[in-house]
Each structure stands twice: as structure tokens, then as C-alpha cells.
């Protein structure tokens, strides 16, 4: 019986030791992975930049007059590259996440100032849309500590999100006010909402959550890179939602 006991052990430390190496491995093998694609990104950006770039000069008829067949053509290039540049700044800021490698340039920010940037570069997507956004900020506001180009990331993330998945006539609403001693960022809509069942999915890496909508194109990163700068700032995200009526996406920030 002791024999019996002792083997067991043994097989029991060794299954165990092996499971040790594999996670060991894995984790190895995942940080090799998040610090190459975080040394790539100037590699993989700059010619896809270049073909944005005068593809949009070609848009814009600088060098002749295009046909409607060609200006159909140079638009799918232009739409479809930009599309793919959004999914690789994905990719890549969350491996600079995972790789350590993202820093954050910290600023005491004024947020009415860089709200109201946002709603001039979100203009052309309510437009299309026919929705209409609305935003409201409590005055007196004290300064916001944070990164103002990855602050400016989160709302355009939340924000454009919000108007995609929101039916044409329909509202998007950014409140931005004081919760204790921090600020509140809360982007809600009247859009399709999202199932209960779903909502422990949404900000997990490629995550696609499927609605009974039109498909709208997406990466299944931008909520995940979303959280992680929330959460490099000291600050939490959340959501609530229900389905067919709504959304809303809240995110606390630490005040300077």
C-alpha cells in the first residue's frame, strides 16, 4: 500500500512539474510574441501609411480627373486601408501593453478642451450615420491627470463604437462630470445594446460580439485595448446595457 502511495506521488509531482514547463513555455513563448509585434510597428505602419497617403491624393483628383469606375476603385483602397491600419494599431498597442512597452506621458489635462476636439473628428461618422451626438460636462471641472493622446483614444474608441452600433436617427450622449474625487467619462446610446450572456465577453482580446443587426466591421480589440489603458491610468471601466434599447460605457479617472 505504501509503495502503491509513493508511486502515486511521485507520478502525481511529475505531472505536475510538467505542467510547471508548459506554462512556463507558454508564457516565454507570448512574451517573444508581444515584443516582436511591439518592434514592428514602424515596419508594419509606414508602407501601409504611403498607400493610404497617395491614395487619398488619387481621392482627392490632385493628379487628373478620375471616371466614376476608378473613383469606386480608389475608395474601396482608401476605405480598406484604413481599415486594416486601425486593426494593426490594435495589435500592436496591445502587445506594447502586454510587452511592458507602453508608457504613459502623464499631463494635468483640461477635458472640456480635448471633448470638444472630439466632436469636430467624429462629425463625418454622425454624419453618415444621421445620428446626433450630444454632450454634456458639469462646469468647474478640476484638471484630469492622464495621457491626453491616450485619453483622446479611449472616448474616440467608446464613442465611435457607440455611434456604429446605433440605428441611423438615433442618439449618442457623452457626460462627463465629477464622482468624488475623480472624473466620470459616460458614453451611452440608443443603439442595439448588448445581450446579458454576452456582456462578460466584451472586453477580452478578439471578442466579437454577433448582433441581430447589420455587421458592423471591427477588430474585436478596440474594447480590450480600451480597458488595459483604463486600467495603466489607475482608473476602471464598466458597462451596462440593455438589449435593443441601449448601452452605456462608464470610465473613472483619477483627477490630478
Sequence with gaps: MLDLLTSTFEEILTRNEELIDAKNTAVQQSHFKSNFLASMSHELRTPLNAIIGFSELLQDQQFGTLNSEQREFVDSVVSSGRHLLALINDILDLSRIEAGRMSLEKASIDV????????????????????TLEITMEEGLPKLSADPTRFR???????????????EGGRTIL???????????????????IKEKDLPRLFKEFERIESDGPR?????????VTKRIVDLHGGSIS?????????TFSVLWPAA
Excluded: C, H, W
Design 112 to 131: 472640456p478642451q480635448l471633448v470638444d476636439g472630439l466632436r469636430a473628428d467624429l462629425a463625418s461618422l454622425t454624419f453618415k450615420k444621421n445620428n
Design 153 to 167: 483614444q479611449v472616448l474616440y474608441n467608446l464613442l465611435s463604437n457607440a455611434i456604429k452600433f446605433t440605428p
Design 175 to 193: 457626460d462627463v462630470r465629477r464622482e468624488d474625487s475623480k472624473i466620470l467619462t459616460s458614453v451611452s446610446d440608443t443603439g442595439i445594446g
Design 216 to 224: 458592423v466591421e471591427g477588430t474585436g480589440l478596440g474594447l480590450a
Design 239 to 247: 458597462v451596462t446595457s440593455t438589449f435593443g434599447k441601449g448601452s
